[in-house]
């Protein structure tokens, strides 16, 4: 009898050059298509897997993300149970910090509003207002990881000074703060580059944005989950900050009203690794996790 091909669990919708090939190697389901026979699941970075739908694949031997982020995979939970976990770290790095440059820099030069200014036909009634400098300014990164790291590469080369907060100090050339609040007190931006997850949950409240003050901006590229958006909101209402530039969002896609209507935020639709290079990266190495699980090789990137 030749053997069942491992069936293979889409936790969302994924792209057709990462579905065809898994297609053709695997038993692909959806949700309402899938047995209790699933050996494998692939989510998004931000798919929410909760323990509940877990338990009802009793043979589910790996986890493979799309995305850096697993904080939508309860972990400790997949390891009691010897379920593997892999990501797509390394990959995406280049591109979310770009996405972090751009914020900085479309939230400092006003570029959105100077864009919409000369559609509007405005131009020829006078020049736009003036708008801020980087070189001098503070960029204080929340999660000195890859990511973190490649931002503060990149905003050294705009002449920024770099400062940063994480568990613990690291090998680097760079200010470290102990302490949140510290950071958002010295910070002209705040970038937010850490994981989400509970450990991170709201980290960014009212206190930290009223710290960064009222010349500072909130850069998030990372998780909504970690800053209080509802807090932000009222920062933003009240010029407690002077503006944020968002790329995740708590509820995505839904993107509450008071940011929808904050014509001084630049908001992202979740595109930091929204490339036909990175994104077909994070799906060959999906891939190749799951053929080395299968294979009974070494994982490429386990959690
Ligand atoms: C990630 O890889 O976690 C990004 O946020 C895309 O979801």
């Not at 996405?99 to 020049?127: C, P, Q, Y």
């Not at 944020?244 to 979740?270: I, N, Q, S, T, Y």
């Amino acid at each position: 009898m030749p053997e069942e091909r491992p069936e293979v669990l889409m936790a969302a919708p994924l792209p057709d050059f990462l579905r065809q090939p898994m297609e053709a190697v695997y038993r692909v389901c959806e949700l309402a298509s899938s047995s209790a026979n699933v050996r494998a699941i692939v989510p998004l970075g931000g798919t929410v897997l909760s323990k509940e739908l877990l338990a009802g694949f009793p043979k589910l031997e790996i986890i493979s993300v799309m995305g850096v982020g697993y904080d939508g995979v309860p972990i400790p939970w997949c390891k009691e149970r010897g379920i593997r976990v892999t990501n797509t770290p390394d990959v995406l790095t280049d591109d979310v910090a770009d996405i972090a440059v751009a914020l900085v820099l479309m939230t400092s030069r006003r570029l959105i509003e100077s864009n919409r200014f000369l559609h509007d036909g405005k131009w020829l009634s006078g020049a736009f207002p003036l708008a801020h400098a980087l070189r001098g300014k503070v960029a204080g990164i929340l999660g000195l990881g890859r990511i973190g790291k490649a931002i503060a590469q990149r905003l050294e080369a705009h002449g920024m000074k770099i400062a940063y907060h994480g568990r613990k100090p690291q090998n680097a050339p760079w200010n470290y703060f102990d302490n949140l609040k510290a950071l958002a007190a010295e910070s002209d931006f705040l970038i937010v580059a850490c994981p989400g997850g509970p450990g991170t949950q709201k980290l960014v409240n009212a206190d930290v944005l009223a710290s960064l003050g009222s010349e500072g901006t909130l850069i998030n590229i990372a998780r909504g989950s970690v800053v209080d958006e509802t807090a932000l909101i009222t920062a933003l209402e009240n010029g407690t900050i002077r503006t944020a530039g968002l790329d995740v969002f708590e509820d995505e896609p839904r993107v509450p009203a008071g940011l929808m209507k904050c014509e001084r935020a630049v908001l992202l639709p979740h595109v930091g690794s929204a490339t036909h290079e990175t994104r077909r990266a994070m799906a060959n190495l999906v891939l190749d996790n799951l053929a080395a699980h299968f294979a009974g090789r070494e994982l490429i990137t386990p959690v």
